[in-house]
């Protein structure tokens, strides 16, 4: 860390700082500006609280020089992380697509569903059985219901199921039925969670907050892999900005980003980004191109009788159609799918 | 809600999305303009989700009409809702101030401050067991030892103590020493857990998640409040902002918007909302004229030595004097405190 | 537009919108819902204010239902236009870049990128003379030196230039040297100088505003358009977000809106959507893949010795390997480049 | 400015920062930490541009130490500035009431208005003369006639004006009848505007822009400073998020922040800031007990048939009646008004 002090600090305010920086057990660097005096940090800083510094008479800013997440970066791991799920590498070459219903409604529905997306090159059948939904009175999931029919359509059409957890309680029914463990949106920062399926061996894909920066969001996947749990993948699923056009605003940069940072694999959920079926494809295109690892797409055999997020489902014929265009983006950055 | 359709819409796909909206169990209202027709859904709204209607072919936009939530709003219930805590009204006409340490440390740090807070004219002692933390390495709190000391000095001091509930399994301890339950920013959107403090008679201190709209707010109430716990306190502690010069940005506004809307009382953060001590008087004074029914402030008799937050932290002298300017707008605005 | 009234309001609160709704020329259609009575306006609502009827006692919220620009708008001109630079056709089925210097610093810096992008393919020359800046301590551009510069490199090598125009006062000057007038985010709303650059005959490349909205984007279209210069090509550059991790968040998900909405050509800048030299790969390839018309990147011999932007400028041959992979996708896409 | 070198930069990359330091004309300070080098870079860093190192090899990441503004700093000019307008004094104890309607849009609405607010304790009258409006089909202001209404309304009612210039060419007929200058918020990056008025002798209503940060609006009045009008007034009125609920959020911590930063007053724009008349008080009142050094209000006398802004517009009842609740809280944190 760094300590900017204020134009006007003491010596003896300086020497407050440097004392506290000992105290704290870490070693101190005066370097005397023509307006500032700067105070470093020497140690291992992780543990440290910007705060127990910024707190001190005459400091005017403290900032800091190392990343807060240690085993999530790739200072700590330079390979890429690549997780396997029942056979399926994800954080390869290849591209993966996980597609299916935003909910699990029906046997019909699911099993309509997971044939298409499986025909048309899906890797792993996504369904929620547990639904976050801002509104108590709409349709919160078949629960425990529909993990049963998730198993079935998992052994019935052969394709690992991605579902859910939203909370402790559901940990033990979800993964009796699913490879990977869903962590939504809005409980990124749900730090009992995170430490919870941190405990279990399943693969995660923790979905980014909806005003969660990039580093907080590893933070998150540091809680998990802290815990002893490495098969973290990350997913984009947009953020929320002012613009009203879209639902979210898919921020197409984290991708590249996050790849400086971790090691992790990066999915892109483009129905979730934008929030429309028609804006599915065109985004979805981009997080390929832009290097994604995988997709999350929601596919919907009767979106307008859909019960949740109907409006940005694709038909399967739709899908269909996106995964054939993806192929020749793949194709054109280097990798398969 | 109101269907507008896209200008070229068919009279078939107008007939569609009539038909769709009987189907629902509304009636349908056509009103055709010069550019585009208009269907109007006549029937309470609440549980239709825009999504049903915004994905039949033509359409190419839904407005609702009614607010989402239903028990929290002023249409419901027009007089203003006040909590009784041990004795302390909040929500009526005077402006209750609760304060404490972010987390509990100690029994010295804990009843150091309580006396120092109540003396000053605190009504309700805050103090964090279980400390949502963005990095698993740092201070996670004291959990249930935390509690005792809260009950300690609770009875000590005489305050009745809020303190926050980070997962269903700590409701039943907080619980057992608090009598205001916090839920907080990160959880606003954490539905199960909305849904377990409902299923308690405490009175529950919702924060606004940092990048939610009044309305979700207002929604993740109404999960409480359908739930049947009626004792919400909606409590704004900044949102989350482009700009960079504070941790948060909070919003003043919000206190007079939820007041229209809603008949919960509004409690503002300083602390949060502001991100930096130096800061936390200029946006109480704020809140208290803006017409806030209470503030939720972080004290600590040591900010250098605090384990959280210290930044935010106000010394108990600068507390004390803060309190003697508050009563001041209080009485200038015409409430007591 | 539709006016929603609120709950208790009265029959002669109603009345009287109706009555304003035809003293300002317009049709009324009343709708009386359970909770909500509502007045539709039937008629061209374009030259309406929201706010005429907004402001009415009983009114509680109005809701547009046409998009307040026209002559930007797919239902005004359903077929893409196609704007012709020099032979250079930018809208149609080819993907234009433009790239050069942030700005023009020399006759050596200019004359070496310029034959260096145009070698790479690119076709047309960027070159700032007048450049907005943060700080009036820094580089503010060469003026009228650097566009007789980009004259002289626009005849050397062959390429046409686009250069940006800060005031009234640079228009003619810019107009001499260059094909194509840009608009900075920065001056998105600067009307008095939409209303100029509207009044002449010069392709403009109108950037979006940092935090203006796709609808608002579309507005400052408009007033070019509607002072009869009808070459417009939209440009995104990043918004503002909460994310520090970039220096913009690219909005990715504009591309495939604004097709929706308007038939001007798109063009993305993904130096300024990243801010890093690093990141504009990625950016750029996700551009071409979601949709985009055409690229505008900067490019800079020497980067770290650039007096503006060199942090996002790309090496001659890093733009050189970038135009190869961005041709692949091109063709992934069924397009020319 | 603090160089922070990446983890595995080599030696001689570092060797390449001091030269590059050292070429630049500043001294350069080592320090090696336990997993990362700092280059300190000694001297007046205002003039060098971040990106001048930020771009040189095995770099991570360059922070700024001191502020990029020096006139508008506090470290310049410890002492708070105080504009004299015509005798009515701004920045000093007493809080400066501007008031009036959006628009000129007649003599009678101007000198309706103008007795009004008087009456009610304005100190300013505000008027449009010209208007910057998102549409090119909404009324636009009636330019040079307003200018007159205004200058016979100053004269006739005793107040000095304020008023808005969009564009050098009507610097010199707004200053002609107005006594302070407005830059809108949609110009304060207006580069050439800003220089223009600089160089003017008339004092300056600087707004900020609805997605700048503090620091750049700060930069903002250091172009108008550095060309030597020292008489800035910083205008906070809003910025843009994501919440819908308001037209803009106000903005509140910017005023104990700009009172750390700089020593130009601070005004606030509460009819801006929210967007509805009925938040307007709540907003006020906030300001002034933050510790805002005066407010510009709209105010018309019939709202609903405003040409511009009606809905965020008092009636002067409803102005009068708030001056009234103002003066007690001016009074309470210790001002006049």
């Given at each position: 860390m760094i300590v900017i002090m204020e134009r006007r600090a003491s010596d003896d305010q300086i020497q407050q700082v440097v004392k506290r920086v000992e105290e704290l057990g870490f070693r101190a660097h005066l370097s005397r500006g023509e307006e500032r005096t700067i105070v470093g940090v020497i140690g291992d800083e992780r543990p440290l609280s910007i705060e127990s510094l910024e707190v001190l008479d005459g400091v005017e800013r403290v900032v800091p020089v190392l990343h807060p997440f240690k085993l999530a970066s790739r200072d700590f791991k330079p390979d890429r992380t690549v997780i396997d799920v029942d056979g399926v590498r994800i954080g390869g070459d290849e591209i993966v697509v996980m597609a299916g219903p935003c909910a699990v409604e029906s046997r019909e529905q699911l099993l309509e569903t997971a044939w298409a997306v499986k025909e048309a090159g899906a890797k792993?059948?996504?369904?929620?059985?547990?639904?976050?939904?801002?509104?108590?009175?709409?349709?919160?999931?078949?629960?425990?219901?529909?993990?049963?029919?998730?198993?079935?359509?998992?052994?019935?059409?052969?394709?690992?199921?991605?579902?859910?957890?939203?909370?402790?309680?559901?940990?033990?029914?979800?993964?009796?039925?699913?490879?990977?463990?869903?962590?939504?949106a809005r409980n990124m920062q749900n730090y009992s969670l995170l430490h919870d399926v941190g405990k279990t061996t399943k693969p995660v894909l923790l979905k980014r907050g909806m005003s969660s920066t990039i580093h907080e969001w590893l933070m998150s996947a540091e809680y998990i892999l802290s815990n002893r749990n490495y098969n973290v993948m990350l997913c984009e699923r947009g953020i929320r900005t002012f613009e009203t056009a879209t639902r979210f605003t898919l921020d197409i940069n984290a991708i590249a980003v996050a790849k400086q940072l971790t090691h992790l694999p990066i999915i892109i959920d483009p129905s979730h980004g934008t929030g429309k079926a028609n804006l599915v494809p065109s985004a979805a295109k981009a997080a390929v191109a832009a290097g994604a690892d995988g997709l999350i797409i929601e596919v919907h055999p009767n979106p307008d009788r859909a019960l949740s997020d109907g409006a940005q489902s694709l038909r399967p014929e739709a899908f269909q159609k996106l995964m054939a265009e993806l192929r020749q983006i793949a194709s054109a950055v280097g990798r398969q799918m």
């Open positions: 792993v059948l996504r369904g929620g059985a547990f639904k976050p939904r801002t509104s108590p009175y709409t349709f919160q999931g078949l629960g425990i219901a529909a993990l049963e029919l998730l198993g079935e359509a998992s052994e019935t059409v052969g394709l690992p199921i991605v579902s859910e957890v939203m909370s402790a309680s559901d940990i033990e029914a979800v993964s009796k039925y699913a490879e990977i463990l869903q962590l939504g």
